[in-house]
């Protein structure tokens, strides 16, 4: 399939080289000879694998890698993710007997993370679950790694290890929780584990308390969609939330304002409190949503503002937060 091309029409082929004489995004790879014409621009989302050659006052971008000769004749030229979308895997029967080829655009990956991370405050984390959603957690994993991310969400400790192989400094948490007798190989990994239940609650902590272990871990509580999680009934019976108190001064949670009635109550307020090993105090704006049913709250939703809760604790092991 060739490369996708945006800008005007003006951009050509010649003897086999793609000629660009205008601003030009190719959304791929080039497998051609590329020539860019004296004060146009080219954004390659992936690799050029023939010759480059760069005329006075041209601007070249390149996600990936250049393979073939480069010839600046005055221009600008930047690569970034150099070696990003060099990774070739092939799995399953030979390209002649398979029925398709799938081919992963890294650098589109890595582009579409960075775009996110850049128009957020918070941690924008990448989700690999399932080996990357079939499109591999090592090379997916590396090539975020690459650039930037340092927060990971797999499925289990086999995944958490390839991703830690490929990023070894990032926060991995995995989703599938803790398993009994499990939490010495999160911490040997120095992976995170996402808390489903009060049981893997009650011995995580046994096992932080016991061994002095300064990880974190990541609670889950059941918003309703059906998936795995603490249940509210459990969150309060096991004092889940009172936690707060550990970790905090006079946090309070003041509701400002009311909407709706019936079946959905969404309150908006606002977070208060100070953070006892840092001594910073927050005001965090919070938006909950509750869903009623027979009189009774059957779901609840709570949106906050996780970058400044982040931000207060300064790295510190902040409870109310995971």
Known sequence: MPPALVGSDNHGAVEGALIVNCATVVSGSVPTDTIVQKHCSLHVRGNLIGSLTIEEGANVLVDGSIEGKIVNRGGRLVVHHKGVTECVMMDGPSADEADAVLKINLSAIAFNWA?????????????????AYGCGIDPVADALAKSGCRTFFVTNLAEARRVRAVAPTSAIYVLRGLHAGAAHLFAKLNAQPVINSAIELAEWDAFVIANRWSGRCALNVDTGENRLGVSMAEAIQNNIFTRVDADWDGFTATTEEILGAGEVVIARGRYGGTFKATGTSINAEFVHVFRFKNDKIAMWQSYTDTAQFKEVAGGHIARAAQ
């Open 115 to 131: 775009t996110l991370a850049k128009n957020t405050d918070a941690d924008c984390a990448a989700v690999l679950e399932c080996n």
